[in-house]
């Protein structure tokens, strides 16, 4: 989603700019664009890559100070003339913005009617013009312009503004849309994303909502939105400039998959104590006497996070006895959801950023449920409001087609779920030591299926062009099913759907013939016979069977066209090695397409608006 990036200092703006700038691509975007001032106020923007913006910079004229933009088209066209930054009519002021004006049409009408002129359709442009109007009419400083403004607008924003006549300063302002200042030497940066700054400083102060703050070369001042000056606490950023590489990989999509093994056990370290069957949590510690006695546990994504979410499900309703209900984030709060202290959230989310679900956290909190995050960027908006939770530890996912972040999440609530069963005493002693034995081994046997990955990279061959594809699994299985569809269609744009498998005689089963790759995950012994009747179903319509088996299933291996077996394991740990083969899978079709793997059409990494 849109990406901001500021730069004040001694460096060349436009040098730091167009570099952070490329650390967001990975964030999705359909332009670019940037503003110098150097006595006036230099902007170069337009469609396409960030490459393409580089091209334009030769005629900018040199600066210190500048704001960049990647923008993901909400209003009006990815173009040119929609492309941030946004100017005010003097063209001494621009402005980049991330988020939604929403009453931008009515504050649109009253500045047309005081002589200002509008050149694109973006709630964007009205930021621009209403600060500069607080200046020219109320000789307000930048700084107050802003503050008068924000007060009239209704929306989200993450926001980046400079001025010509107020050279030496930055004023940003955050609500909703998540932003941060890299403090360095003698220099400072802004920024939507810390991957955009990781390379100048590791020294970070997030700004929280209703914040603005005024940025100077070597200070900076966060004011809250009555005035109010405010002392921030500095965060040290964990992340190395390697992780943020391909590392001779073709794609980070294709690093990320490989990076899994150790992911798990980075997920896993420090947690479980092999030789005692003992799990510890150390961020929920403090809450377990309230997770023990939980009526009920509502799980809130979006997409991948979702799917982890619904593998959370059976976990904590096999181990922990817990009655769980798994909510797509963004309907949530609009159905006016029963919920209350003696219930429990867990919002799971890699990026920490998903509005959709940063909405569900504060309507749980708001109606006084205790809410716990599985959340994998540090520091991120949805790790600092949740009341306690669990890092994943994946370490930055650049892939916009999310892999690792989905076998750490699903680690992290197996954990969560085996800490519950061990306090309740849901599960007996020797039992969750055999569970954390196996779970150990988890990141083993994952790298056993990587090692051949040329057996799917082969399947693929032959399903390239095939335009739909139907996932089918039961019990754990099934949210892997939905997880190997939604990859498939993020970064192939081949149709695919995943299903319950009994689900498909109800509809779907229509859709098969010779020309329907079936993809089933039959993984789970406890409902193997009923599987292998399903693919009975599929196969008696000559749909083309592709499975994914444990060593013995020599029952579904016979039946199906290709098959490809993955480790031993518990029905309660497959998902973390049945969804491998399925992320080669899409991969492999995907690159064979020519698709853009890492950041696929339309798409987003954070997606930061409801
Ligand atoms: C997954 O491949 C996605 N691109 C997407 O569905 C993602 O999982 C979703 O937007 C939620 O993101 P989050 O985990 O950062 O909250």
Redesign the pocket.
């Known amino acids: 989603m849109c990406g901001i990036v500021g730069y004040i200092g001694n460096k060349q703006a436009s040098e730091v700019i167009i570099n952070g700038l490329k650390r967001l691509e990975y964030r999705g975007y359909d332009s670019a664009g940037i503003a110098i001032v150097n006595g006036e106020l230099n902007v170069k923007k337009g469609k396409g890559k960030v490459a393409n913006l580089e091209k334009m910079l030769s005629s900018v004229r040199k600066g210190t100070v500048g704001i960049g933009h990647t923008r993901w088209a909400t209003h009006g066209a990815p173009n040119d003339i929609n492309s941030h930054p946004h100017t005010g009519q003097r063209n001494k002021l621009a402005l980049v913005h991330n988020g939604i004006i929403e009453n931008y049409s009515i504050l649109k009408k009253k500045l047309i009617e005081q002589g200002y002129e509008f050149y694109s359709d973006t709630d964007t442009e009205v930021l621009a013009k209403l600060i500069e109007s607080f200046i020219e009419n109320n000789k307000d400083s930048l700084l107050e312009a802003v503050h008068h403004a924000l007060h009239q607008v209704t929306g989200t924003y993450g926001l980046a503004i400079v001025h010509t006549d107020f050279p030496n300063q930055i004023i940003a302002a955050r609500k909703g849309s998540p932003l941060l200042i890299g403090i360095g030497e003698d220099e400072m940066l802004l920024a939507s994303d810390a991957s955009a700054v990781a390379e100048y400083t590791d020294k970070v102060v997030y700004l929280d909502d209703g914040e603005i703050a005024i940025i100077k070369k070597d200070s900076y001042i966060v004011e809250s939105a009555e005035h109010i000056e405010l002392t921030k606490e500095v965060h040290e950023l964990a992340l190395s400039l390697e992780e943020m590489e391909k590392s001779g990989y073709p794609h980070f999509m294709l690093k990320e998959i490989f990076e899994q093994p150790k992911v798990i056990s980075d997920c896993l370290r420090g947690r479980l104590d092999v030789e005692q069957g003992q799990i510890t949590l150390g961020g929920i510690e403090g809450v377990m006497d309230k997770l023990v006695n939980a009526k009920r546990l509502i799980i809130a994504?979006?997409?991948?996070?979702w799917h982890s979410g619904l593998v959370g499900e059976y976990l904590f309703e096999h181990l922990a006895k817990i009655p769980v209900e798994v909510e797509y984030a963004s309907e949530f709060r609009y159905r006016e959801p029963l919920i209350d202290e003696d219930d429990v959230m867990i919002v799971v989310?890699?990026?920490g950023?998903?509005a959709d679900?940063l909405a569900a956290l504060r309507e749980a909190k708001s109606k006084g449920a205790l809410v716990l995050g599985v959340v994998n960027v540090v520091g991120s908006t949805i790790a600092r409001e949740t009341d306690a939770g669990v890092y994943i530890h994946a370490g930055p996912e650049i892939g916009?087609?999310?892999t690792k972040?989905f076998t750490a999440q699903v680690t992290v609530l197996t954990l969560m779920a085996l800490s519950i069963a061990q306090h309740k005493k849901t599960v007996s002693p020797k039992r969750i030591k055999t569970l954390v034995k196996e779970l150990a081994l988890v990141p083993e046997k994952i790298g056993e299926i990587l090692e051949h990955h040329e057996k799917i990279e082969k399947i693929a061959n032959l399903f390239t062009y095939a335009p739909n594809f139907l996932y089918l699994g039961r019990s754990y299985s099934f949210p892997v099913a939905l997880e190997g569809a939604?990859?498939l269609k993020?970064i192939s744009y081949i149709h695919a759907e995943g299903y319950p498998a009994a689900e498909m005689k109800h509809g779907p089963i229509a859709l098969i013939d010779e020309m329907m790759p079936v993809v089933v995950i039959a993984a789970t012994q406890h409902t193997n016979e009923k599987m292998v009747s399903n693919i009975e179903e599929v196969k008696a319509r000559k749909g083309r069977i592709i499975a994914i088996i444990t060593p013995d299933n020599n029952e579904v291996e016979d039946l199906a066209e290709f098959a490809f077996s993955i480790p031993e394991t518990m029905d309660v740990l497959s998902p973390l090695l049945t969804v491998i083969p399925l992320q080669l899978l899409s991969y492999y079709i995907a690159v064979n397409r020519g698709c853009d793997v890492d950041q696929p059409r339309n798409?987003a990494?954070?997606?930061t608006v409801e």
């Open positions: 994504a979006c997409g991948t996070s989310s890699q990026s950023e998903t679900t916009v087609a999310s972040a939604l990859k993020e798409l990494k954070s997606v």
